[in-house]
Every structure is written in structure tokens, then in C-alpha cells.
């Protein structure tokens, strides 16, 4: 079963339990920067100097991909500044949603829906399937704790969990010491085109800079 990388990153922030994920705004971010990523791995979409652009607008044959395609060049073609960061901070929130929607369509995790003290509603994605996460963590490991060489797509994982901070929820066992170093090599890496190397850092900035800010204001609020 093909799996895109916003899935994986959701799988990744998913309680296997609850189903309730975990670092819910970053996790937003990175899922939208992974379905880019997808497509300039698909070569659909390039970036360039932080500016999004759209060069194929043919299907991929995967739906999730493909509807993502066409919000994006829609968009683009109509967006007075078509940055990865704004893409990003419009999509998030759409992303996650049709990301989970795709994992449970799939099978891979189930919708729980219910009222919190009757009046507010809540929605839980408990997995349905651990095989998908499982091989996932896995093939992580081997690249991450083992050293094996990554191919360019988990490369690509590597490089959005790293710049978006989350070696816990990727490695929940091991100390970020063991971790960071071998993630931010990867991430480096000359392991794919300078488009989608592009790709990777203006996501990663994008991240960093929302969540800098979401860090500075929630501060000033709890001084005011």
C-alpha cells in the first residue's frame, strides 16, 4: 500500500489509544508541507526562492495528491504572493482534515465521534490498522538509529520532522541527542534536486517562523 508522507506524519502524531494527535498546530504544518513535498517529488510543483509554482497539472493517480494539485494551482495562479508560507498557513488546517479522512477511507484508522460533557463535539482517528505505522517507525529507525541509507522520499520525512522540531513524536523512546545529529545530516543531504531541496527549506522555514511567532505571542499573553 502506497502511503503519502501526510499520512505518515499524521500516523506519526496520532495516539495509537486515544486517537488524538499529539502537537496538533505543528502537525498541521508539516502535513500540508508534506503533500507539497510529495508533489515536487512527483515534479508537479517546483519552488523557487520561496515562491510556489505549478509546472504539471496532469493527475498522479493518487487523490489525495491530486486534489491538493488543483486547490494549489488554482491558487497560485490567482495569489498575489504565492509563497510556501502562505500556502501552508491557508491549507493546514484543509490538509490535516483530508488527510485523516484519506487514513480512515483507507483502513488505517477508524472516526470516533462524541460530546464532551454532552455539549461539545470530538473527534478521535483510534488505528484500525498498526501495520501501516509499524513498517513506518521501523524503516525510520533503520535510517535514523541504524545508519542505512535512505531512499529520497523518507529522506524527505526526515527533512520536515527535523526542521519542524519533532524528534519525540518520531522517536518517542530514544533522547534527542541520539537522534537530532543523524536527522539534521539527512536533511542536508544532497539526496534529491535543488527544487525539492528547496522544497524542504522554505517549508522548514515557513514552520519555524509560525511557530516562533505562535511562541511569542501566547508569551505576551500570559504577561499582559
Do not use: Y
Not at 44 to 68: H, I, K, M, N
Not at 86 to 91: I, Q, S, T
Not at 201 to 220: G, H, N, S
Request: hydrophobic fraction near 45%.
Amino acid at each position: 500500500m502506497h502511503v503519502t508522507l501526510a499520512e505518515e506524519i499524521m500516523l506519526l502524531s496520532l495516539d495509537d489509544e486515544s486517537g488524538q494527535a499529539k502537537d496538533r498546530w505543528t502537525v498541521g504544518w508539516v502535513v500540508a508541507g508534506g503533500l507539497l513535498l510529495e508533489l515536487a517529488l512527483a515534479e508537479r510543483v517546483r519552488v523557487d526562492g520561496g515562491r510556489v509554482e505549478v509546472l504539471d497539472t496532469s493527475r498522479t493517480g493518487e487523490a489525495l495528491l491530486d486534489v491538493q494539485l488543483e486547490a494549489l494551482a488554482d491558487w497560485a495562479g490567482s495569489a498575489r504572493t504565492a509563497t510556501v508560507a502562505a500556502w501552508l498557513r491557508k491549507d493546514q488546517s484543509k490538509s490535516v482534515a483530508a488527510t485523516l479522512e484519506n487514513l480512515r477511507w483507507r483502513g488505517i484508522v477508524t472516526e470516533e465521534r462524541r460530546r464532551v460533557f454532552g455539549i461539545f463535539p470530538v473527534r478521535r482517528f483510534p488505528e484500525a490498522d498498526g501495520t501501516v505505522e509499524r513498517e513506518l517507525r521501523e524503516r525510520l529507525d533503520r535510517v535514523v538509529l541504524e545508519g542505512a541509507a535512505p531512499d529520497p522520499r523518507t529522506s524527505g520525512l526526515i527533512g520536515l520532522l527535523h526542521g519542524a522540531r519533532m524528534h519525540r513524536l518520531a522517536f518517542p523512546g530514544e533522547p534527542r541527542k541520539r537522534v537530532e545529529p543523524r536527522m539534521a545530516a539527512i536533511a542536508e543531504g544532497q539526496w534529491a534536486a535543488d527544487a525539492v531541496q528547496e522544497t524542504i527549506r522554505a517549508t522548514q522555514v515557513a514552520i519555524i517562523a509560525a511557530t516562533t511567532a505562535a511562541t511569542a505571542a501566547a508569551a505576551a499573553a500570559a504577561a499582559s
